[in-house]
């Protein structure tokens, strides 16, 4: 399974989500072991009592037939904010928080998580005293959340629903009702998002478009819902998709990354820098031009750990920590390490000395910066109306420089020490 998905099912598993009618507070009991406990008996006096989050559902539950220990549908997601309804035209029951849904038909076993199909969990829901039961597999495989039974105390903790991610990314398929996105040249990082009445859909002016408006190639900012099914690809709820650039719009702003490289496997570099921010996992693909420091194509396997790169990114990357991206070029750059004084220092360059103290202007060295060039202090970002007078610096730069007095060149990266 590859990190994009492991990253959104960490934080469905890490969340809460679970779902109660009626509760009375309850001290939590400690939790001494996260394996279900299988329950023998078919009375209600012998299944667990049911916590959510530390607070104690009264609503019994129960364990059907076959043995299946089954917990209150409504008690728990009412708890949690979940709205519940019946659908009287269908039969269904229908479970709303947020852009989550989840639908259950009463007398079958198919549960529905967004618009996906229906997941069969070995036992169809029980509706005793009008109260309607699911069982507990409904926790791990529909909410995708935590759950342990210690025979004496069953638990649940899900995720809140309103927690969400946000990704630019290439749309790579449109139909009825959703839309999949991506990363291009990574078909592994895909996800489907699906739309409803309430998913908000903006042209880059912020203006309300259609979903129609929206076609295969556009790039998108695009905020969906933690939760997601566990499927390939996971389907989540759009919760907003603005498009960015249009596909029929020509070339998009590109990012460019200064960085080295830490650790090659297969076709994908990962880049370090001093803190999360500066790190950047870079893929490779067969349409990225990779060159030498003479700018000659050559092989990513030419590329060695240690290599200190100038790479031309994708506007689109993931939300994950470090983010990932497709590279349009990569390109071996020649550079120097230099420790140097500040002198004076402005928007677009920085004076030094390279002798500490010193006011003699051959001693000095200028360091062209722009955006592109990171500046660090204590492994945060700054800006150059930061850096002070005096400031011990550690520069990497290229190794190009002009013969003026005194010197200029062009930094990458700033480290003040």
Request: overall charge negative; aromatic content about 6%.
């Amino acid at each position: 399974m590859n990190r994009f998905y492991k990253r959104c099912l960490s934080v469905l598993a890490a969340g809460t989500l679970v779902l109660g009618g009626s509760a009375v507070m309850a001290q939590e009991p400690v939790e001494n072991d996260l394996t279900v406990v299988p329950i023998s008996a078919n009375t209600e006096e012998n299944a667990p009592a049911v916590y959510v989050d530390g607070i104690k559902l009264d609503v019994a539950p129960i364990v059907n037939a076959d043995g299946t220990y089954m917990l209150p549908l409504r008690a728990m997601m009412e708890e949690l904010g979940f709205e519940v309804n019946w659908d009287a035209a269908t039969g269904l029951s229908v479970l709303t928080k947020g852009p989550v849904q989840i639908t259950i038909n009463p007398f079958e076993d198919g549960y529905t998580f967004a618009k996906t199909a229906p997941i069969k969990l070995g036992s169809a829901p029980v509706v005793k005293n009008d109260t309607t039961y699911v069982p507990e597999a409904f926790v791990a495989e529909i909410l995708q959340g935590k759950y342990s039974n210690n025979g004496s105390f069953a638990y649940v903790t899900l995720q809140d629903t309103t927690e969400k991610i946000s990704m630019n990314a290439e749309v790579k398929d449109v139909a009825e009702g959703k839309i999949e996105i991506g990363l291009e040249g990574i078909e592994d990082y895909t996800v489907i998002l699906n739309l409803s009445d309430e998913t908000v859909l903006e042209d880059k002016d912020g203006n309300t478009i259609e979903a129609a408006d929206i076609t295969k190639g556009d790039l998108v900012y695009a905020e969906f819902s933690s939760a997601m099914t566990r499927s390939i690809p996971p389907q989540s709820n759009a919760i907003k998709i603005q498009v960015l650039k249009a596909a029929d719009q020509g070339e998009v702003q590109e990012n460019k990354y200064y960085g080295l490289v830490s650790q090659i496997e297969g076709s994908t570099l990962y880049m370090d820098g001093e803190d999360m921010d500066a790190k950047l996992v870079i893929h490779v693909d067969d349409k990225t031009q990779v060159k030498n420091e003479l700018g000659e194509n050559i092989a990513l396997s030419d590329i060695k750990e240690g290599t200190y790169l100038e790479v031309v990114t994708s506007p689109a990357y993931t939300a994950s920590l470090p983010p990932q991206t497709t590279a349009v070029s990569v390109s071996v750059l020649n550079y120097e390490e230099t420790e140097a004084e500040v002198i004076s220092v402005d928007e677009n360059q920085i004076v030094a000395t390279l002798n500490e103290g010193s006011e003699d202007v051959m001693d000095q060295i200028i360091f062209n910066i722009n955006e592109n060039t990171k500046i660090y202090k204590d492994g945060q970002v700054i800006t150059a109306a930061d850096l002070e007078e005096g400031a011990k610096i550690e520069v990497i730069h290229s190794i190009a420089s002009t013969f003026s007095i005194p010197p200029q060149t062009f930094a990458y990266i700033v480290n003040v020490k």
